[in-house]
């Protein structure tokens, strides 16, 4: 094992003004490191499209887009495919599985699309595919389970 590998693997890309920039107070670190840079292509009922650029705070010393970030991104965006779909929550996630099947770089875009699968009384899922923007090929597909239903306990 080589521990400086290690520690350079963990050293931040990105200063916190750079990754804070103007967001409004209360919002956490993570949420604007992730979703910056995120603008929204359309939405309609049950489906939302968005696309950023792989930047630097988002890759591996290696170039890479990180697993976490994109298994963030599915979070984050498979929860806003709810509120396209009329809900008024986004519910607490149950399940979250991710397979990655290629590697954006550093400069790259990224397109991705969520889609409604099944909002029921309690549970719903969402789909959520990574795709290169520039050939369209997939490189990373997410499905993102909800629990929907208001606790009778709140």
Known sequence: ??????????????SAEEIMGSNPVGLSFYDPFVISGASIESAEHGRLLCSFVVAPRHASPAGYL???????????????VFF??????????LEISV??????T??????????????????????????????????????????LAVSSRL
């Not at 094992?1 to 990105?14: C, G, I, K, N, Q």
């Not at 397979?99 to 954006?104: E, L």
């Not at 400069?107 to 309690?122: D, F, N």
């Open 1 to 14: 094992m080589d521990p400086e590998a290690v520690r350079r693997s963990l050293e931040p890309t990105a």
């Open 99 to 104: 397979s990655f099947v290629d590697v954006a």
């Open 84 to 93: 396209c779909s009329g809900l008024h929550s986004s519910g607490v996630s």
């Open 66 to 80: 990180r697993s976490g970030v994109t298994a963030s991104l599915a979070d984050q965006l498979g929860s806003a």
């Open 106 to 147: 550093v400069g790259e875009e990224i397109e991705v699309e969520g889609k409604l699968l099944r909002a029921g009384k309690s549970v719903g899922v969402v789909s959520v595919d990574f795709r290169k923007k520039k050939t369209g090929k997939l490189m990373a597909q997410a499905r993102h389970t909800k629990y």
